[in-house]
């Protein structure tokens, strides 16, 4: 177990404050040109009469489509997903801490659809790569050509024991992950917490997770909005990482252990969250040691993930290896061709890759697998390649973030001067409350 150090508070004099914004802002012009809209979009490329399906509506699925529209002449291209509420997820841990309110990640799917393209409002059920055929929950057949697959990943909370989604929000339960309401229910559960103070612990799963730097945003979140409400003197956090680590990347995850020895939160590894009794406010976790049960005042539940079942059930999940567990995507992680069956490409978080579960990840990635896709319906071998790239921007306190950005291999790959990415800077915070949803919609629409 990490012990945790005396609390202490992040010191900056009012100059340090005002250099900080100044380099900040000078940074502005730079960071604007990364992530607004690009003016070089696709052009028709092909001309096919091809049909491209695409299972998924998310930032994935709907990119891709946007991007096909410019890049196909004459194909046919539909999204499958019978999902209608289009949800901005990386302001789910501003939503959960009070931040933002819910109406700022939540829009309608029908907004962003690319004119053109059809919509099966229907779920996939069934994949049959070798028939090339998807069938939908309803029952229907839907033939390809091409496949896209982006349905996103299955949150696997059924996987802890006692765990009830509908208790989020009472019973000092919280996860941030369970939908935007999941989201504004966790600030319910946090908000009454903060208020009277006690015992916090913050979890951690070991399979793959989508925008891995939120459980340790909902730490330092939690942990601030303790210290502005005056109970955190009474109170004690504990985050429990089911890994040897608290981020995959290791830079990042030494980073954040110095902050949170100067914070008080206190970590202990290959501790997994494998049980909750809510109505006794007791968590049970797996540990070297055998079981441990451990009560609490809040809980933040992050659930086991995996790929849908239709995925994960179906020849193109990968069979062997360390992605075979979750059900993942098999797919090239430079090219995201499936490896085993040519006219299928893999786009977000279904993915088996290395990394690659961030809205950032979608935006590098879909220029790749669209031209690529492009490409192959030519009659060419895909050339564009990806490197893995994904960023978080990583909140340490209300007002301050750190931009981590890195690739395949766990290396820091900043793209904007002047920010250090294990520096935490008000401009990172900027980016992330007021830049990056822009940023998003720009992707949506294949401008970006």
Known sequence: MKKAMAHTEPVLDAHGRARRKLLALAALPAATATISPSHAV?????KTSAHVLIVGSGLAGLSAASRLRRLLDGATITILDGKEIHNYQPGYTLVASGIWPVEKVVDRNADFMPIGVEWIREHAAEIDPDAKLVVTDRGRRIRYDFLVVAPGLHLDYGLIEGMDTAAIGRDGIGSVYHGHEGAVLTWKAMRA???????????????????????????????????????????????????????????????VLVRWDALGISVNFEHGLKAVDITRREATFTTPLGEENTSYDFLHVV?????????????LAWREGDFAAGGWLEVDERTLR????????????????????TAATVKKACPVVTRNLAAVIAG???????????????????????????????????????????QDSWFAWLMKTRLLKPAYVAVLKGRA
């Open 42 to 46: 696709d052009r028709p490329a092909t």
């Open 338 to 357: 499936h490896r085993r069956f040519p006219e299928v490409f893999g786009l977000g978080d279904v993915n088996g890759t290395r990394r690659g579960k």
């Open 303 to 315: 659930p086991p993930m995996r790929a849908p079942d239709a995925v994960k059930n179906s020849p």
């Open 193 to 255: 917490f903060v208020a009277r103070g006690g015992r916090a612990i913050m979890t951690l799963p070991s399979t793959a997770l989508k925008c891995a730097g939120a459980p340790l945003k909902m730490a330092f979140l939690l942990r601030d909005r303790l210290h502005e409400a005056g109970t955190l003197g009474r109170s004690q956090i504990t985050f429990n990482s089911s890994l040897a680590n608290v981020f995959g990347v290791p830079q990042v995850n030494e980073a």
């Open 380 to 422: 060419k071998e895909p050339a564009l390649t990806f490197d893995g790239y994904t960023s978080c921007p990583l909140v340490v306190r209300i007002g301050a973030a750190m931009l981590i950005e890195f690739d395949y291999d766990g290396r820091l790959t900043p793209t904007l001067p002047l920010i250090e990415p294990l």
